[in-house]
C-alpha cells in the first residue's frame, strides 16, 4: 500500500517550478541521481541551525528527523518502522547483510551473471567464509526472474538480487521472488535504489532491502535506508560493531546517522507525499516511460526493458552508446550509457515534451 495523495497537489506546472534544472536543460538521469526541490537546502541547513546548535543537548531535536523519515518510509517498503535502520549507502547496507549472517561452508548465493557490482562484492566478500558464488545466465530480459529461481537449490541460503536491473531497467515481482526463496529455505536481498521513489517499491517477502536516498527519493549522498526482518534479526552477527551494537546486539547499525541528511530526506518526504502525492508520482513516472518505450519502439530502436516489468528506466540497444550520450549532451539532453544501452530516466517532473525531445535525438543519432 502507498500513502495517499497529496493533501494539497500541485499542478505539474507548479511541481516543474520547483525544480528549476528540469527547464534548464531535458534532465533523464534520475536513475544517475535525483533533482533537488528548491526547499531542500533550507531543510539540512535547519539542522545546523536549530538541532545541532544545542549540541548533544540538542539530541532530541536531531531524532525528529530520523522519526519521521522512518515513519514515511515503513509503509512504502511494507515494513515496521523498527525493521529500518539508516546507513550511509546501498553499498554499506549489503556488505553490513551480507557480513552479518551466519554462514557455513558449502552455502550459496545466487545472483545475476550481469548483476550490480555493489552487489557481486557484497557477495564476494561472503567468499572468504567459505560460500559459493552460483552466477547465473540471464537468456533474456523477460526471462530474468525465472532464471534466478529456477537456480535457487537445496545449498542456496541467499538470492542477492537488484529490484530494478541498473541497465536494463528490468523489474522483478519480489513476491514471487521471496516465496521461491521461502520455500526453499533461502534469503532474499534486494539493492531497492532504482525502485523506491519510482514505482510502488512494497518490499514484499523479502529480508533485507536497501537503497540510497539520492536517486528516485530526490536527496542527498552519504544515506540510505536498510530494512532488516524482524523474522531474522536474530539469526544475525554483525561483523562491523559499534557503540550502537555492541554485543550481544544483532542491530546492524553500529553509530550514529547522517542527522543533516535526515533533516532533507524528511522535509523531501514530505513535499513528495503531501504537495505532489505518491499516487501521483508513480503514476507520472508510469505514464512517462510507457510514451518513452512506445516513442522508442515506433523509431525502430530496440527496447530491452519489460513493458509490463519497469519502474523509471527504458534502455534500448545501441552500438556507440557513450557516443550518443556525450552527442546528446551537447544539445542539453541527459541520459546514461551503460553495457551498450541508452539509459533514460524520467522521474515526475519530467514532461511529454522532454520524451519527444530525447526521442527526436536519439533518431538522429542513431
Request: aromatic fraction near 8%.
Amino acid at each position: 500500500m502507498t500513502p495517499a495523495s497529496g493533501l494539497a497537489a500541485q499542478s505539474w506546472t507548479d511541481v516543474r517550478s520547483d525544480f528549476p534544472y528540469a527547464s534548464e536543460c531535458v534532465y533523464l538521469n534520475t536513475a544517475a541521481a535525483g533533482l533537488s526541490w528548491t526547499g531542500q537546502g533550507a531543510a539540512a541547513a535547519a539542522f545546523y541551525d536549530d538541532a545541532k546548535r544545542y549540541g548533544y543537548n540538542g539530541m532530541d531535536r536531531w531524532r525528529v528527523s530520523l522519526a519521521a523519515a522512518r515513519a514515511k518510509l515503513a509503509p512504502l517498503l511494507g515494513a515496521t518502522e523498527d525493521e529500518l535502520r539508516f546507513v550511509a549507502s546501498t553499498t554499506e547496507g549489503l556488505y553490513l547483510v551480507t557480513g552479518a549472517i551466519r554462514w557455513r561452508r558449502g552455502d550459496q548465493i545466487v545472483l545475476a551473471a550481469d548483476e550490480f557490482p555493489s552487489v557481486v562484492l557484497a557477495c564476494e566478500a561472503a567468499e572468504r567464509q567459505g560460500v559459493v558464488l552460483r552466477r547465473v545466465a540471464v537468456p533474456s530480459e523477460g526471462e530474468r526472474e525465472a532464471a534466478l529461481i529456477d537456480a535457487i537449490a537445496a545449498k542456496t541460503r541467499l538470492v542477492a538480487v537488484s529490484h530494478v536491473h541498473w541497465a536494463t531497467g528490468t523489474r522483478l515481482d519480489l513476491a514471487r521472488l521471496s516465496a521461491a526463496c521461502h520455500d526453499r529455505h533461502a534469503m532474499l536481498m534486494v539493492d531497492g535504489v532504482q525502485a523506491l521513489g519510482a514505482s510502488p517499491a512494497n518490499a514484499g517477502g523479502a529480508d533485507f532491502y536497501c537503497a540510497s536516498v539520492f536517486k528516485w527519493l530526490l536527496s542527498g549522498f552519504g544515506l540510505a535506508v536498510l530494512m532488516v526482518r524482524d523474522r531474522v534479526r536474530a539469526d544475525l552477527s554483525p561483523r562491523v560493531r559499534g557503540y550502537n551494537n555492541p554485543p550481544p546486539s544483532t542491530d546492524l547499525q553500529y553509530a550514529h546517522t547522517n542527522y543533516p541528511g535526515l533533516a532533507a530526506l524528511a522535509a523531501t518526504l514530505d513535499y513528495l507525499e503531501l504537495r505532489v502525492g505518491w499516487d501521483r508520482v508513480f503514476e507520472r513516472v508510469a505514464e512517462l516511460t510507457e510514451l518513452l518505450h512506445d516513442a522508442l519502439g515506433r523509431r525502430g530502436l530496440t527496447v530491452v526493458t519489460p513493458r509490463d516489468a519497469r519502474a523509471g528506466i527504458v534502455s534500448c540497444v545501441s552500438d556507440d552508446a557513450s557516443r550518443i550520450r556525450d552527442g546528446l549532451a551537447h544539445e542539453a539532453i541527459f541520459v546514461e550509457a551503460r553495457n551498450g544501452l541508452i539509459r533514460v530516466s524520467p522521474h515526475f517532473y519530467n514532461t511529454p515534451e522532454d520524451i519527444e525531445a530525447v526521442v527526436d535525438a536519439l533518431g538522429r543519432a542513431t
